[in-house]
């Protein structure tokens, strides 16, 4: 399965910031882990009906340094359209 990160940060560190970088990295590091591990668990098996393809994961996480907070996009990219339907799907049920 291929997952793919492209984590990051924007804007000016904060004088008192909540994350020094060194903790930033660990952040990127624990995100990479629990996301990563998420789809493997959910995609383990899953592969399109029609084409036999496995899908492909990006996620993009850009940490803005002036509100703190940490913005998450997946991107996925199948064989075809039904299959990324599915894809959808399972990566938005719980757990
Ligand atoms: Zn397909």
Do not use: W
């Not at 970088?21 to 493997?40: H, N, P, V």
């Not at 339907?85 to 719980?94: A, F, K, S």
């Amino acid at each position: 399965m291929d997952i793919k990160f492209d984590l990051r940060t924007t804007g000016e560190a904060l004088p008192d910031a909540f994350l020094d970088s060194a903790e930033l990295g660990l952040l990127f590091e624990s995100t990479r882990r629990s996301i990563g591990d998420g789809i493997q668990r959910k995609f383990r098996d899953v592969v399109c009906e029609e084409h036999g393809q496995a899908p492909a994961f990006r996620i993009s996480g850009v940490y803005d340094r002036n509100i703190e907070e940490m913005d998450i996009q997946y991107h996925v990219d199948t064989c075809c359209q039904i299959f990324l339907l599915r894809v959808m799907q399972i990566l938005n049920q719980r757990g």
